[in-house]
């Protein structure tokens, strides 16, 4: 069991990396680009964990993915928060994509599905522009640190 969290961890770090190049063409970009590998991975692992008669262990398959999501980011708030305010809205964006693929999986229902998808795009569309917006009118300045 903690070989394949082990493994699940280290899977939601590489997709991550293999997933984050698309934040240079934009952040809508990135932004539909992890929620839909995060959603598609999520519910895999839900899958393969069910399988093997782990449907207890939801909770850590989420906080695994989570975590594996967000271990490389940690360092980077924390040295510079204000700077990186204006990405926290597409991490915001895939953590809520990881919880609608838990839902997805429990309820099995096709009006979930459609459900979860439009919540998605318009966390996409509508989410990220309006949290750009709200940045690109205040201006955060980039060399304001929380560490003193």
């Not at 932004?31 to 519910?43: D, M």
């Not at 099995?108 to 917006?133: A, D, M």
Request: hydrophobic share 55%.
């Amino acid at each position: 069991m903690k070989k394949k969290l082990l493994l699940l961890f280290f899977c939601s770090i590489l997709l991550f990396l293999i997933t984050c190049w698309s934040a240079a063409l934009s952040g809508y970009a990135a932004g539909f680009t992890e929620s839909i590998c995060y959603f598609a991975l999520t519910y895999y692992a839900l899958l393969k964990f069910s399988e093997m008669g782990m449907n207890d262990k939801n909770t850590i398959v989420i906080l695994t993915i989570i975590l594996g999501r967000i271990i490389l980011e940690i360092p980077v708030r924390f040295m510079d928060f204000r700077g990186s305010l204006a990405s926290l809205g597409i991490t915001v964006v895939v953590l809520t994509s990881i919880l609608l693929a838990l839902l997805c999986f429990r309820e099995k229902r096709i009006s979930v599905f459609i459900l979860s998808t439009i919540i998605i795009v318009l966390l996409n569309t509508f989410g990220l522009y309006t949290w750009e917006q709200s940045f690109s009118q205040t201006g955060i300045p980039s060399h304001i640190t929380i560490m003193k």
